[in-house]
């Protein structure tokens, strides 16, 4: 014999009428001006230091936020200075790069930094 049970949802409520999903979701108006200077402090910390697995999983001679930051504006260049940089680093055979100033000068000329 087979019983199927079907589980109850429970749907909670704000004040408001609206949802806790709603009330929770990532939109920031709810917070006081402190909290929403506070939760972009957080966010630009977390960008600059934050932990990100697909920077993990690359072969590049670059830091976690070089690679962001490197991904972000590759796309902004023609695909011949584009596979330029890429070569460049492959070849390259220094210490990891941490910061814009360490790139090697023909990427920053490339890439117009």
Avoid: W
Wanted: hydrophobic fraction near 35%; charge should be negative.
């Amino acid at each position: 014999m087979f019983v199927a049970f079907s589980a109850p949802v429970v749907m909670a409520s704000t004040l408001s009428g609206g949802t806790l999903e709603r009330m929770y979701d990532a939109k920031k108006e709810h917070l006081t001006p402190v909290q929403q200077a506070a939760q972009d402090q957080r966010d630009n910390d977390d960008r600059r230091n934050g932990h990100f697995l697909a920077t993990e999983h690359t072969a590049l001679p670059l830091d976690g936020f070089m690679t962001r930051l490197m991904a972000q504006e590759l796309p902004m260049l023609d695909s011949h200075s584009r596979g330029r940089v890429y070569q460049l680093l492959r070849e390259y055979e220094g210490p990891e790069i941490t910061s814009q100033e360490e790139l090697p000068a023909e990427i920053r000329e490339l890439m117009d930094l």
